[in-house]
Structure formats: C-alpha cells, structure tokens
C-alpha cells in the first residue's frame, strides 16, 4: 500500500514568490491536513480538508491556503513567500481525521 | 485549548538502557493521545496511539505509552535502548470525537543512545 506521497521534496524559491506544494494521501483516505514544521515553532497546523471542504484553519496569515480535490489529492499554496516561510511543510492522510495520522516526508521550501 | 509539554528537549541514553521520554497535556476532556518519532529528513512515523480501551498501549519498535488520566499524562518507555533509536520523538493529542481535525504537538524529545 502506498504512503503519503509529497512532491517535490525540495524547493527554493525567493522572496515575493509563490509556492505550490502537492500531496496525495493514501488510496481510501478522504482527510488530508498539512503542518508546517520549524526549528524555532515547531510544528503547527495549517488545515484540513475532507471530501473537499476545509473543516479546521490554524493561525496563519492568509497567504497561506489549500485545497483538496476530487480524488483527495491536496495542494497547498504560499503566496508572497517570506524568509520566515522557510520550514518543512508536511501533509498528511487519515481515513476520518481523527483516530490518527499518516504523514508523508515533506516538501522542504527554502526561501531566499 | 489543548496543550502538550515533553519535559526535556535532549534526553541522552546508553544503548541497553532504559528510554523514558515525559508527556503532560492539558485538556478539558481526555484527548485521544499519540507517540511520534522522525528520523533526519523524514516525516513523523506513528508509534502507538490510545484512543480507548487498555490504557498501557504497545507500539513498534518495543515501544509502549500508559495513558494516566489522574496525572494527565502519556509517557513513552522503551526497556532497552537501540542505535537505531536515535531519532526525535513527538507527543500529540487530538480531540476526542475528532471535532477540530488536528493534531497538537509537543515541542519535541530529541533522544540520543549511546554506544
């Protein structure tokens, strides 16, 4: 069974970019949630999706959105990219979103 | 809102020993609770997990948690350390009933085993 597939594993953009970050969860998985990971926060929660709907938001500005589609598959989208976007930003699958998740390895974004 | 506090960012062991890594949350209804551990440039593996039932939860790898609701806790122990154990480790908890969707971490455990 295939994990949580995250492309690409590495980015660099710089200053004033935009980014987009895929994901594709497990087959049957319907919950689909992205974290950012950093040395300094830690990791915190960006959103959630199911079935195409965002059910939760974390506390980031709006220049950080999401969407999931028909298929489940997700992306995630900075817009604006700053120094501090730099992290490791990783997604991850669950079958309902709450007993539990499967996370992919993670997209590394650095910003320049 | 719902909190989790590992005690210690560095704990250091010797391969053989005894791994106890500390995990207090603060919530107003027990969460359902969570281990996991991420190696150097990888995603979070899910070591165990309590949701119900049992409150001492096996994992892989020799891992195992108990869930103590009177200390509201959920500690990680493993009785022998490995090399390979070396590695970050990471509490969480969610809402039980799955109503806010997310995962809250703690700031980490990094575990070092020593030959």
């Known amino acids: 069974k295939a994990g949580v597939t995250q492309t690409p594993r590495y980015l660099i953009k710089t200053r004033g970019q935009q980014v987009t970050l895929s994901c594709s969860p497990i087959s049957g998985h319907r919950s689909v949630s992205w974290y950012q990971q950093t040395p300094g926060q830690g990791l915190q929660f960006l959103f959630e999706y199911f079935s195409e709907t965002q059910r939760n938001k974390g506390n980031f500005p709006g220049r950080f959105s999401g969407r999931q589609f028909s298929n489940s598959r997700s992306e995630m989208n900075v817009s604006t990219l700053e120094l501090g976007d730099s992290a490791l930003y990783l997604c991850a699958s669950s079958s309902t979103g709450d007993y539990g998740y499967t996370f992919g390895s993670g997209t590394r974004l650095t910003v320049v | 809102a719902q909190s989790v506090t590992q005690l210690g960012s560095h704990v250091s062991v010797s391969e053989g020993a005894l791994v106890l890594l500390r995990c207090n949350y603060s919530?107003?209804?027990?969460?359902?609770l969570f281990w996991y551990v991420q190696y150097p440039n990888q995603g979070l593996q899910l070591l165990l997990k309590y949701t119900t039932g049992a409150t001492l939860v096996k994992g892989i790898n020799g891992f195992e948690a108990e869930f103590k609701k009177s200390e509201t806790s959920f500690h990680l122990t493993k009785p022998s350390a490995h090399m390979s154990d070396a590695a970050e480790y990471f509490c969480?908890?969610?809402?039980?009933?799955?109503?806010?969707?997310?995962?809250?971490f703690g700031k980490g455990t990094l575990l070092t085993v020593n030959p």
């Open positions: 969480a908890v969610s809402d039980r009933g799955g109503s806010n969707y997310k995962l809250t």
């Open positions: 919530s107003s209804v027990p969460p359902y």
